[in-house]
């Protein structure tokens, strides 16, 4: 059974207290990104009293098949890239964009001195389960036949995990859910969600190093869980 990643979603959480020169820290991170998709920097009109998580900075694709954005909050930098069919990723590291969100915080720090205390990876990955309801495939590798679900349409599957990745608390959830794609004609198939968060109760300073570290150890937690998961849709029901 393919598996093929649709999205990831990487995400550094601080405090930027001021953003001096808005221009010129989108043009800089328009530089770091460049190879990643082609955007045009806009610089929000946002007043300085505004929320924290309300974007002050937004680097968006030009290309919209690329799908791809970087916005600047004054708590957060949140690295988004979409992915076809055509790219065909199976598995993480993504060691070209993990380098680009490295360098990101090594300018934050560096240049706007910036903390970040906590980071996010989140993915998106699409299954072709092969049958005409994939709401009823998740039923049946993960629901007992006693229980009073019969012929879902629809069915989502959400559990947490509390786990230490790269010496890191962090949250881990998963979520199974069926869906519909549109190519030639409606394709049912199941998209697994896995988000990895270090936990907000604990105040963290990410390094360059320990950034790549929680990257690349949560890749491998990532592709495991994956595994986990294609073994029991390979079982027969």
């Not at 919209?64 to 790219?87: M, Q």
């Not at 697994?192 to 105040?203: K, M, S």
Request: charged share 25%; net charge negative; with cysteine.
């Amino acid at each position: 059974m393919d598996i093929l990643l649709s999205d990831i979603w990487l995400v550094l959480f601080g405090s930027i207290v001021f953003i001096p020169d808005k221009l010129k820290v989108s043009y800089t991170l328009q530089s770091i990104i460049a190879d990643l998709f082609e955007s045009e920097p806009i610089i929000l009109p946002i007043p300085e009293d505004a929320l924290l998580d309300i974007p002050r900075i937004e680097l968006s694709s030009i290309d919209k098949d690329k799908r791809g954005l970087l916005s600047v909050a004054r708590n957060r930098i949140d690295l988004k890239l979409g992915y076809s069919e055509e790219d065909t990723i199976t598995s993480l590291p993504l060691p070209h964009v993990f380098k680009k969100l490295t360098d990101i915080l090594q300018y934050l720090v560096g240049v706007i001195h910036t903390q970040v205390t906590r980071c996010a990876m989140v993915t998106d990955w699409i299954v072709d389960p092969a049958e005409s309801s994939s709401a009823k495939f998740i039923s049946s590798k993960y629901l007992r036949s006693e229980v009073p679900i019969i012929e879902p349409d629809d069915l989502e599957l959400h559990y947490l995990t509390k786990e230490i990745i790269a010496g890191f608390k962090v949250n881990k959830w998963t979520k199974i859910q069926s869906a519909r794609k549109k190519v030639d004609q409606i394709q049912e198939v199941i998209v697994l969600h896995i988000d990895i968060n270090t936990v907000p109760e604990i105040t963290y300073q990410f390094t360059q190093n320990s950034l790549q570290l929680f990257l690349d150890q949560s890749s491998k937690i990532v592709n495991e869980t994956i595994e986990q998961h294609l073994k029991i849709w390979g079982d027969n029901a």
